[in-house]
């Protein structure tokens, strides 16, 4: 079956590929682990020598790679300038602190000397999705090579092209072969690579569907694991906030990425006696946004990643709508070319209506008010999903206080959740686990291998 740049913008096809067959398939597999022979020996100077190198052309090329992803999945110019430049902060986060993170580690045992030692383990799989593919792949890539493992990367079949070029810089920047390599191949053939004896752990962010096929193949097979599942992110608003920030920042948090962000703020919380005033501006903003060509540098929202997800998220509010959630605004197929949806806001939904547990991927938000912050919490749990949240509050240790109690890997206090190199990223419950970015990213596919040294004794 064929892979395609599908621009959806316009909804017409770019560009086609020929996915790999699996002669090729097991051919990269074979090259991946003989490249982990060698590549396991290098210094950590070497590594980091290649990710500054990678780093460096991330930076020289962001002009046609940010056009690349912005052609393919149809992320905002200046946004995909800024996935470009965060990937190029990742490769040299890791270069420059690997060694460090990866240093010895000595023990304290009662008797004789120990520590324990960060060695790779192998070829490690990479499963990566459409919506930041250069961020996406950096924050895979990067710290697996700084370990001495082999990477081979299945990026999502929306974008190729970035796929290709990303393949490429490697090869630019003087990775030896085998140590980088991008596969070409649909999504249903990744769960049976899982089973191949040489590849040693394997990594995924995508929906709970394929992350459920991962782990369990991993499980069966007896593999490492690391599974991010997307989101539902509360975005908490309490009456001592400022208001405007909340909202300005509510609106960054809804539509970066046009909307579809496993982090973005998706259910809207707010206290009852700041409600009306938060959503009359909230409303405005969302009302007056500027949608159109996601090249052009005006716009503010952009077509979604394919007609597929438009037609989805599109039905996900219809069905909203049918089951008594009131429809504040939008909530159709924008009427123009392209995989577009309007800005759209639901409130009044309950937790029987189908859409109360679900991910709203796109520029919907559901809106909630509630008495105090005790009922906030509650509400902010009461989701199958545990990655993100936000709490906006002038009383930073009220908001701590908060975020104590709610129940996901990461909380941001006064700003919607984000993502930095050296800030750890993952979740919790069907977010799924393990952690990438930061120290905690370095240590997930790693033998933590303890050496222990007992005194030489006369054995009489």
């Not at 190029?88 to 602190?97: C, D, V």
């Not at 890997?409 to 990223?425: S, V």
Request: glycine letters at 8%; charged letters at 25%.
């Amino acid at each position: 079956m064929p892979i395609q740049t599908v621009n959806p913008f316009t909804n017409k096809v770019v560009k086609t590929f020929e996915e790999m067959s699996e002669v090729t398939l097991n051919n990269l597999v074979e090259q991946s682990a003989k490249a982990f022979e060698k590549w396991k020996n290098t210094t950590y100077e070497q590594r980091a020598e290649l990710l500054n190198n990678v780093a460096r052309l991330l930076r020289e090329r962001k002009s046609e790679l940010s056009k690349t992803i912005t052609l393919e999945m149809g992320k905002l110019i200046a946004q995909a300038e800024g996935e470009i430049e965060l990937s190029a902060n990742i490769f040299e986060y890791y270069a420059k602190h690997g060694a460090t993170f990866l240093a010895d580690k000595y023990l304290n045992p009662e008797f004789g000397k120990a520590y324990y030692k960060h060695s790779p383990i192998g070829t490690i799989l990479g499963v990566e999705p459409w919506n930041f593919p250069f961020y996406q792949v950096a924050r895979f890539a990067a710290p697996n090579l700084m370990i001495g493992n082999t990477v081979l990367v299945k990026l999502a079949s929306l974008v190729p092209q970035c796929a290709i070029a990303i393949e490429q810089l490697f090869a630019d920047a003087g990775a030896p072969t085998g140590v980088y390599i991008n596969l070409q191949i649909s999504g249903k053939r990744v769960s049976a690579m899982v089973s191949d004896t040489r590849i040693k752990g394997v990594s995924l962010t995508g929906s709970e569907e394929a992350g459920s096929s991962i782990a369990e193949q991993a499980g069966k097979h007896i593999k490492k694991s690391v599974l991010e599942l997307g989101g539902s992110d509360a975005f908490i608003v309490l009456e001592d906030a400022d208001i405007d920030q909340a909202v300005k920042w509510g609106i960054i948090g809804r539509i970066n990425n046009n909307g579809e962000c496993c982090v973005a703020s998706k259910r809207f919380i707010v206290l009852e006696e700041v409600a009306d005033e938060f959503l009359k501006k909230f409303t405005e903003k969302m009302k007056n946004l500027v949608i159109g060509d996601p090249m052009d540098p005006k716009t503010e929202l952009g077509p979604l990643s394919s007609e597929a997800a438009a037609v989805h998220i599109a039905q996900q509010v219809k069905s909203a709508v049918d089951a008594g959630a009131k429809l504040l605004l939008g909530g159709t197929r924008s009427n123009r070319e392209g995989a577009f949806m309007e800005p759209t806001i639901l409130t009044d939904i309950k937790p029987e209506n189908p859409v109360y547990y679900q991910e709203l991927f796109g520029p919907v938000a559901s809106f909630f008010v509630v008495k105090d912050e005790q009922e906030a919490i509650k509400l902010a749990n009461d989701s199958p999903y545990g990655l993100g949240c936000s709490i906006f509050s002038s009383n930073i240790e009220r908001a701590r206080n908060i975020a104590n109690h709610i129940d996901t890997g990461m909380i941001f206090i006064n700003h919607p959740t984000w993502t930095e190199a050296d800030l750890p990223f993952g979740g919790t419950k069907n977010s799924g686990y393990g952690r990438e970015l930061s120290e905690l990213g370095i240590q997930e596919f790693v033998n933590r291998k303890l050496i222990r040294i007992s005194e030489l004794s006369d054995p009489m």
